[in-house]
């Protein structure tokens, strides 16, 4: 279990915005999870390497950036797929690893490994969690090699949209999903099976379309799902070594060259610190407001809660 010294868990303020106390908390309960993940990986000597603004709080803050509250690493294909069918062996309690494979409603296409099914306060959770009662994990992106054509890497990044589009639409337009999966059989050479949930087979098949040149030997990677404009391409060769960069009170594997990484995803001025909150900070008032509502409904029902 990593130390940390009880400053850790102050709330404090950084150019305005203000980390709360349990920012603090839910940010050591995902370094515990990063350990997990870095004894699988050494283990069965798989390459991974911090990625978007991990990497980028690694280098510029030597930490998380103030206004982030997830993890990213990346794996070239090959460790990627080593790790979905390695690591599930070897997590501990209930640890457990969510990906288009693993779950049929699953909601994007790379893989999440995470500390817990539910939200918690007992007693040990909180002890193993540092005081963090909630669902955390890392994101774990696949970087795939890309066509040397560049018509190619543009159909690629298209069908891999359509097929996440697609996947979006199973709840709300089901009609329209069974209309257009024909057209994505034929463009896919595949058949999904209209008795199962289409949304993670839709997924399924995104991923498998973005690894669809992983056996070439083109010079350039990229996470193919966020390559749809073509913009983010980076050298293969800037991931055959890696550097260990401080993070908080551990050390991650980062790209030699990290620095052309970084100015590919942020430009040529990213040690200028942006306050730009990503997604729906912080990511746990979903899983507050699911526990509530939860709860209302078991109160509706006469259930005793406790």
Same mark, same amino acid.
């Given at each position: ?86 690591? %599930? !062996?070897?997590?501990? #309690?209930? &640890? @457990?690893? /969510?990906?288009?494979?693993?779950? $049929?409603?699953?909601?994007?296409? *790379? ?113 193919? %799902? !966020?390559?749809?404009? #073509?913009? &983010? @391409?980076? /050298?293969?060769?800037?991931?055959? $070594?890696?550097?260990?960069?401080? *993070? ?59």
């Amino acid at each position: 279990m990593l130390q940390f010294d009880k400053d850790f868990f102050l709330g404090e303020t950084f150019q305005g915005f203000y980390v709360e106390p349990m920012m603090k908390c839910v940010w050591a309960a995902q370094l515990e999870v990063l350990e997990v993940i870095r004894g699988i990986c050494e283990k069965h000597r798989i390459k991974y390497f911090a990625a978007y603004g991990t990497l980028l709080g690694a280098v510029r803050h030597k930490g998380f950036i103030p206004w982030d509250d997830d993890v990213d690493i990346m794996m070239l294909r090959e460790d990627y797929e080593r790790f979905l069918k390695l690591a %599930p !062996g070897d997590f501990p #309690g209930d &640890y @457990h690893l /969510q990906s288009p494979y693993t779950l $049929e409603d699953y909601s994007t296409t *790379f893989m999440r490994v995470t500390n817990t099914w539910t939200i918690s306060y007992a007693p040990q959770q909180l002890l193993e969690f540092h005081g963090c009662p909630y669902i955390v994990g890392v994101d774990i992106f696949p970087f795939d090699t890309l066509p040397l054509n560049h018509a190619q890497e543009m159909d690629q990044a298209q069908l891999v949209q359509i097929l996440m589009g697609t996947s979006t639409n199973c709840e709300t337009d089901p009609e329209g999903v069974l209309e257009v999966l024909p057209d994505l059989e034929a463009l896919c050479h595949t058949k999904f099976d209209r008795s199962k949930k289409l949304r993670g087979q839709l997924l399924k098949q995104a991923d498998i379309v973005s690894k669809r040149y992983s056996n070439t030997n083109g010079p350039l990677v990229t996470h193919v %799902p !966020g390559n749809s404009q #073509g913009g &983010y @391409h980076y /050298q293969k060769k800037w991931f055959d $070594e890696c550097v260990y960069l401080p *993070f908080e009170n551990i050390t991650l594997p980062a790209p030699r060259n990290y620095d052309a990484v970084l100015k590919t995803v942020y430009g040529e001025s990213y040690m200028t610190p942006i306050c730009s909150v990503s997604h729906e900070y912080p990511f746990y008032k979903k899983q507050i407001e699911a526990l509530e509502k939860s709860l209302v409904e078991r109160i509706m029902r006469g259930e005793k809660l406790f």
